[in-house]
Nanobody
Framework: QVHLVESGGGLAQAGGSLTLACAAS????????MAWFRQAPGQEREFVAG????????LYADSVKGRFTISRDNAKNTVYLQMNSLKPEDTAVYYC???????????????WGQGTQVTVSS
């Protein structure tokens, strides 16, 4: 099991930027894909972005494509989410997850961080 800790959330104005980080507790021989999800109050957890173990493959939700960038530094066991051109509808708790592949369904992930709040004001 991988222990994940997110950081970097906070308050931003619309059009602004934030960078989230997710540190993993360990590195496995087979590696793992990483993903970011978000959940707004009263809504289901939704996929935001995912990156494969070596970073050669990435996947984004249509709602963030062109604005968010996911990356990882395996030497630091850390994955990042650079969020630009933020919109009020990006407001949510952001979670990172580790899995064998990039899945867009949150039910496919076993290991989750505790979440970090992102609030975008208009």
């Amino acid at each position: 099991q991988v222990h994940l800790v997110e950081s970097g959330g906070g308050l931003a104005q619309a059009g602004g930027s934030l960078t989230l980080a997710c540190a993993a507790s360990e590195r496995t021989e087979s590696g793992y894909a990483m993903a970011w999800f978000r959940q707004a109050p009263g809504q289901e957890r939704e996929f935001v972005a995912g990156v494969s173990w070596r970073g050669e493959n990435t996947l984004y939700a249509d709602s963030v494509k062109g604005r968010f960038t996911i990356s990882r530094d395996n030497a630091k066991n850390t994955v990042y989410l650079q969020m630009n051109s933020l919109k009020p509808e990006d407001t949510a708790v952001y979670y990172c997850a580790a899995g064998s592949l990039i899945y867009t369904n949150y039910r496919s992930y076993r290991d989750w961080g505790q979440g970090t709040q992102v609030t975008v004001s208009s």
